[in-house]
């Protein structure tokens, strides 16, 4: 029983530390996806040069969204014309280069190592842009979008058609601070935490059990900690292996990876392994759903390829500048709840968080979260509206002069 409510206090003690990040990350994604139209970004992607990948990138860092859900978007703007080196360009920055995830890093972990997931991701990308343009061949593309335009269901369907963007005409300001962009914001705001819910819980309570059940000498041999080369050539191959196994994604991998920098993991891995997020083995299977078995081995070649080397140009730039901390200063939060600046901001985040979740629950919220698995939107439809009912639809009636059903 005692190990039991250790592995419990650190759970609850790493929730409680990164609670105000992940409530603020959302809030700052929320804000600007009410005011970013989803057609607006399919547009924005229509090819792969640089200058389109950029711009891909910068929408996903955006568009924050969990790993089922930004894999699920990812298809969605294939299906509506979007190139997809493009795509997955957008799929990676909106997982792994988002503002909460590198603040609960740097919460966590040091702000070295969110300068490194920034640096790591943008290598990710250009990888994935070469060995794309090197390795794809027109015929396996025309066959993962015609297994595309069928349709078939993954997970997070009805959140990726979803388009919960204020409508109608005016300055983002303008927008922003109408009724409808408070509800918008609201709307984005608790869609993304139930997606990303499941999977926080899940990560936090795998590491608490590891944390507190498993010694570091396992960890320490694992890593080939203490052989300085092996273990910086070793962390960025098994990263991302560890991550696939652990079937945890997005932000709820990041107090997993506390726990294997404290083990002996090098630098890179812990870099490494973040990035795997995009390929545990549910997220696998709706690859092969969404493009065909034969691009989901692709995806899975050059997505692991890209990680590693990532993680080593991580490992020895960040290494060669002297920025690796020192994982002596590593420590899983595990001493709970405390006065100091931690539960003042998460006093202040929290009371906006219920302020935004009351407004979603007032404006049909209930209903949008029964439709987040949905189904795929049909990419017949000339207006770019999905068959899955919109935000929009799922709001009350009018609520005043704004324009708009319940936004």
Not at 144 to 161: F, K, L, P
Not at 183 to 195: H, L, P, R, Y
Not at 371 to 393: I, Q, R, W
Request: aromatic residues 10%.
């Amino acid at each position: 029983m005692h190990a039991i409510w250790h592995a419990l206090s650190i759970t609850g003690s790493m929730a409680w530390e990164i609670a105000w990040a992940l409530v603020l990350g959302f809030t700052l994604s929320a804000v600007v996806q009410a005011v970013v139209r989803k057609s607006t970004v399919v547009s924005l992607l229509g090819d792969a040069r640089p200058r389109t990948l950029v711009t891909a990138a910068g929408l996903g860092v955006a568009s924050s969204s969990c790993s089922y859900a930004a894999v699920a978007l990812a298809r969605s703007l294939f299906r509506k014309g979007a190139d997809f080196t493009a795509a997955m360009a957008f799929e990676v920055a909106s997982t792994n280069l988002v503002v909460e995830l590198g603040v609960i890093l740097a919460l966590l972990m040091g702000w070295q190592f969110t300068a490194a997931e920034f640096a790591g991701g943008t290598v990710m990308i250009v990888v994935l842009a070469v060995l794309f343009r090197v390795f794809l061949r027109d015929r396996m593309l025309r066959g993962a979008r015609e297994q595309a335009e069928r349709g078939v269901a993954g997970s997070m369907e009805g959140h990726a058609t979803m388009d919960m963007s204020v409508q109608g005409e005016g300055s983002f300001v303008r927008r922003l601070f109408s009724r409808a962009g408070f509800t918008s914001v609201s709307q984005v705001f608790v869609m993304e935490w139930g997606a990303i819910l499941r999977d926080l819980v899940v990560g936090l309570l795998i590491a608490g059990a590891i944390a507190a059940w498993v010694p570091d000498s396992f960890w320490r041999s694992f890593f080939f900690d203490g052989h300085p080369l092996l273990s910086k050539l070793w962390g960025p191959l098994i990263g991302p292996v560890v991550a696939i196994a652990s079937f945890v994604c997005s932000v709820g991998n990041v107090p997993l990876a506390v726990v294997l920098w404290k083990g002996g993991i090098s630098f890179g891995g812990v870099v490494a392994f973040l990035f795997a997020d995009l390929l545990i083995l549910p997220i696998l299977n709706i690859y092969r759903k969404y493009y065909g078995t034969r691009m989901a081995l692709f995806v899975l070649g050059t997505f692991y390829t890209a990680m590693v080397l990532a993680g080593y140009v991580v490992e020895f730039v960040f290494g060669g500048l002297g920025l690796v901390p020192d994982r002596a200063h590593a420590t899983v939060p595990d001493s709970g709840v405390s006065w100091d600046y931690t539960t003042w901001l998460n006093i202040v985040l929290l009371l906006l968080a219920a302020a935004l979740v009351a407004r979603f629950l007032s404006t049909g919220g209930r209903d949008m979260l029964r439709m987040m698995g949905g189904s795929p939107g049909s990419p017949h439809d000339h207006d770019g509206t999905p068959s899955t009912p919109s935000a929009g639809d799922a709001s009350p009636p009018a609520e005043g002069g704004d324009g708009t059903s319940g936004r």
